[in-house]
């Protein structure tokens, strides 16, 4: 059964940073494209990043692009999210997601396949 598990939420002071990890099993990690988004309360869920199979291609939402960094081990079956210069705003539920193929869908989460639990980031002001 595929299972993606997150790691590294919690709590931290606006301008701090986090590190969050995905470890996926239970799948061909490297037909996947890789994301990460984030669902505030009481709002819809937003795409933040996704990164390609190989690791060649990396896109952001334009409201992370800059403090965020997306990247894939596939020796590990791992994917980051490197969060710097955090702001209240960012407070979410981050969820990581696996697709076959970056698309027209992967923005909205439609494209993505499988889905995490997710992982709570707060971010203090």
């Known amino acids: 059964q595929v299972q993606l598990a997150e790691s590294g939420g919690g709590l931290v002071q606006a301008g701090g940073s986090l590190r969050l990890s995905c470890i996926a099993s239970?799948?061909?990690?490297?037909?996947?494209?890789m994301g990460w988004f984030r669902q505030a309360v009481g709002k819809e869920r937003d795409f933040a990043a996704v990164i390609s199979w190989g690791g060649g291609r990396r896109y952001y939402a334009d409201s992370v692009k800059g403090r965020f960094t997306i990247s894939r081990d596939n020796a590990k079956t791992t994917v980051v999210l490197q969060m710097n210069s955090l702001k209240p705003e960012d407070t979410a539920v981050y969820y990581c997601a696996a697709g076959l193929g970056i698309n027209s869908a992967t923005l909205s989460g439609a494209g993505m396949d499988y889905w995490g639990k997710g992982t709570l980031v707060t971010v203090s002001s």
């Open positions: 239970g799948l061909t990690f490297t037909n996947y494209a």
